[in-house]
């Protein structure tokens, strides 16, 4: 079987005008000019935008580039009079490579549009046994990799998804998408009557939302389990207040209507990590995982994790260390745990990395987990950080084997951290397995800018861990609510009786993060009244037992009472927080922008999954409540979020 990437030209327009955008620049190239140049990147075959492209501009006298903003514009302002030469790059795209000479006070508008790679296959069947070579029939060649010119012919049956050449069925082989997603089943409504306790573990993931970007992003409707809207919602900052006193955490709270419901009611809780001095804090005993596979050969795989290892080197203190692990058929120490005061050193082992061979991820688990408890920092942070496409082949390899390994070596006070690449034959389900019984984050990294995102800024909190197994528990007033449905959260669900065990695992946070969590409920339509009628979960009279509510359910204003299990990174006994909550709730207008946005990201993933609870939700309703709440967006994230609910709209439209 050959793998064949076929692309067609490319369409550069020139006009005049100047669009004010783009994003940050690296300026060694003088910008002491008047010149300006700037345009819009689109897709050649959709007229779509072309967010975070890599644009550079370089002449005799340096170079400095840019990235597309997330409605494809990008500009170059001050430029001196001179000649250039721009490249416009964007993974699986065509690059693009344009001279042109500017003069004093030129405004040239300079518009691309790049044309996708389309990655099909060939395969050569023969229906009888060569008598020359011996082939037997049905016989396959092995996988290569060629790149087809723009109208040049290429010869053979060639085959793509749901189509068909020749009058052969289209079949891409095993290994051409094999993609994994665990199922989710939607959390339902719960009669409060019967079931007034919500427990679950706290969930600081992102990596749903930057994995269904990146498909939305190619012009497709992500997989419905890609889908896991608590991810997507806490991808995002949200301007809680900070924490006060001892405690690891601030407790956050709102409650209002309901955007795609009129019947129902939101609350919001949010939860607040105390900030750090990194200045002052402990080293950090970390050891690079890293899959080197064949799998990993492609650009948006490991190369991606080379560029976003060095960033993280980058941002470390002399005092931390870092050794390498890497796994292909076998697993090996490519560095020993070397000092960050040597930052060169670890840089040049990561860049001497290549790809190539199976997947023996277990082994190489074991190994980095070996090496770190070897170099522990008693009092440190001690953390595995996993890269891979997740696609382990060999030895332990099932997922039950692989959470079990996990879930023991986290015994060892390493923590994990686990870093998703690539598209294709990503595997999501185990890689989330993995970071959720591993003491452990999960991130999935589609392009530069969500590498820097996570390796920059979110990984420097992770790294230092404030409170560890941390969960919830409300109890609703069943005077108040007759019903409630945790949204999101399906795959950190615990029985009620594990709030108090403290050898159940759960969720950990790290310094500065944040972590929302949204109920929807019903109200009762009549405050329910102490009339000593027994009631059983659906409402109808208990034959054999009674359940009835509290007095005090009745005399109070309280909707629920939130409670808080965590424990200290170093220690295994939790502590107890607990906070009762109003039952006021305000104008869906009179919101914050926390609640306004986090409500907009929920409506956009019930219309993704197509949740038998979306409601009214529309993607017109939910750019217009994400428009509302933008608030200050430093780096941009939110409106990247409201472009993408927009690109959602043109797909939906070509159905």
């Not at 993974?91 to 000479?101: D, G, H, Q, R, T």
């Not at 997740?390 to 015994?411: H, I, P, Q, W, Y």
């Not at 990294?445 to 919830?472: C, Q, S, W, Y």
């Not at 969590?517 to 009762?524: C, D, P, S």
Request: aromatic letters at 8%.
């Amino acid at each position: 079987m050959k793998r064949i990437i076929l692309f067609s030209g490319v369409t550069i327009l020139l006009l005049t005008g100047i669009i004010i955008a783009g994003g940050k620049k690296n300026n060694s190239l003088p910008l002491t000019g008047t010149a300006t140049i700037s345009g819009v990147i689109t897709d050649v075959d959709f007229g779509n935008p072309i967010a975070n492209a890599t644009i550079e501009i370089k002449s005799e006298k340096g170079k400095t580039e840019t990235t597309s903003d997330s409605l494809g514009n990008y500009t170059f302002s001050n430029l001196e009079a001179d000649k250039y030469q721009i490249t416009f790059y964007k993974e699986n795209y065509v690059l693009v490579e344009k001279k042109i000479e500017l003069k004093n006070n030129d405004q040239l508008k300079l518009d691309v549009k790049l044309q996708t790679e389309i990655i099909i296959e060939e395969m050569v069947i023969r229906e009888k046994e060569d008598s020359e070579t011996g082939i037997s029939p049905q016989k396959r060649e092995d996988k290569s990799y060629k790149k087809v010119e723009a109208n040049q012919s290429y010869s053979g049956q060639i085959y793509m998804a749901d189509a068909t050449y020749e009058g052969i069925e289209a079949d891409y082989g095993p290994d051409f998408n094999t993609e994994s997603y665990n199922a989710i089943n939607e959390n339902i409504f719960k009669k409060v009557i019967g079931n007034p306790l919500s427990t679950f573990s706290i969930d600081v993931d992102n990596a749903s939302y930057s994995n269904i970007r990146r498909f939305i992003n190619n012009g497709q409707v992500p997989p419905k389990d890609a889908v896991r809207i608590e991810e997507m919602v806490n991808y995002f900052d949200y301007t809680y207040n900070k924490p006060k006193g001892n405690d690891p955490f601030s407790i956050n709270y709102e409650m209002s209507e309901c955007p795609w419901n009129k019947s129902t009611k939101l609350i919001m809780v949010g939860l607040q990590g105390k900030e750090i001095d990194y200045s002052e804090a402990d080293a950090s005993n970390l050891v690079f995982l890293i899959d080197v596979s064949g799998s990993m050969q492609d650009p948006n795989k490991l190369p991606l994790v080379k560029h976003s290892l060095i960033s993280l080197i980058d941002n470390l203190n002399e005092k931390d260390r870092v050794a390498i692990v890497v796994y292909a058929g076998a697993a090996g120490e490519v560095l020993p745990s070397t000092t960050c005061s040597n930052k060169q050193k670890i840089k040049d082992a990561i860049n001497n990395l290549e790809a190539g061979g199976s997947t023996a991820g277990g082994a190489g688990i074991k190994l980095a987990y070996d090496i770190a408890v070897k170099n522990l920092i008693p009092e440190g942070n001690n953390r595995v950080i996993l890269c891979s496409d997740g696609d382990f082949n060999v030895g332990t390899s099932s997922d039950a084997e692989m959470t079990r390994l996990v879930e023991e070596k986290r015994k060892t006070g390493v923590f994990l951290t686990i870093c998703g690449f690539g598209l294709g034959n990503y595997k999501d389900s185990k890689m989330e397995s993995i970071a959720d019984n591993g003491n452990g984050a999960y991130y999935y990294i589609d392009d530069e800018k969500e590498a820097k995102k996570v390796f920059t800024t979110d990984m420097r909190g992770t790294l230092f861990t404030i409170a560890k197994d941390v969960k919830i528990q409300i109890e609703f007033n069943p005077a108040l609510v007759e019903e409630y449905r945790l949204i999101g959260y399906e795959n950190r669900t615990l029985n009620n009786e594990d709030f108090d065990n403290d050898a159940k695992d759960a969720g950990e946070l790290g310094a500065g993060h944040r972590v929302t969590a949204m109920y929807e409920i019903k109200l009762r339509a009549n405050q329910y009244q102490p009339s000593g009628i027994n009631e059983k979960p659906d409402g109808e009279t208990l034959k054999y037992q009674t359940t009835e509510v509290n007095k005090n359910a009745y005399n109070t204003d309280e909707i629920m009472t939130l409670k808080l299990r965590f424990k200290a990174p170093n220690s295994e006994t939790s502590k107890l927080i607990e906070k009762s909550l109003s039952s006021k709730a305000i104008p869906l207008a009179s919101t914050s922008d926390n609640f306004r946005f986090a409500s907009a990201v929920i409506e956009f993933g019930m219309i993704l999954r197509d949740s038998e609870y979306k409601g009214d939700a529309t993607y017109e309703e939910a750019i217009k409540l994400a428009n509302s709440a933008r608030g200050l967006d430093t780096y941009g994230y939110r409106e990247d979020f409201i472009n993408m609910l927009k690109t959602c709209t043109g797909l939906a439209a070509n159905k």
